[in-house]
């Protein structure tokens, strides 16, 4: 059973930092990208940052520059630095992980989200 396990989450000034981990655990055939989504009460979820199995990296426009996304070799834990957080970052902040399975299918896994605020 796949485990996603987030933390890092907490209460922080604006203009201050925080760094998300993700704990990756369980039987994965082949991680495809992991990635980071957030959201608030009453909108979709959004991608913020996603790495792919090639290390391509991808950045939500609103966080560019400010946010980086990372991992281990072995895909144990993903991370994500945010710096320079804004008010507007404030959310429930999700780990998602994309698995290729043996059949060339593409499954989806949620953490349970860790809560960021950010405050002005």
């Known amino acids: 059973q796949v485990q996603l396990v987030e933390s890092g989450g907490g209460l922080v000034q604006a203009g201050g930092s925080l760094r998300l981990s993700c704990a990756v655990s369980?039987?994965?055939?082949?991680?495809?990208?992991a990635g980071w989504y957030r959201q608030t009460p009453g909108k979709q979820r959004e991608l913020v940052a996603q790495?792919?199995?090639?290390?391509?990296?991808n950045y939500a426009d609103s966080v560019k520059g400010r946010f980086t996304i990372s991992r281990d070799n072995a895909w144990n834990t993903v991370y994500l630095q945010m710096n320079n957080l804004k008010p507007e970052d404030t959310a429930v902040y999700y780990c998602?992980?994309?698995?290729?399975?043996?059949?060339?299918?593409?499954?989806?896994?949620w953490g349970q989200g860790t809560q960021v605020t950010v405050s002005s």
């Open positions: 998602n992980v994309v698995e290729f399975t043996v059949v060339r299918a593409f499954v989806d896994y």
């Open positions: 790495i792919t199995s090639g290390r391509e990296l």
């Open positions: 369980g039987s994965i055939f082949r991680i495809n990208a």
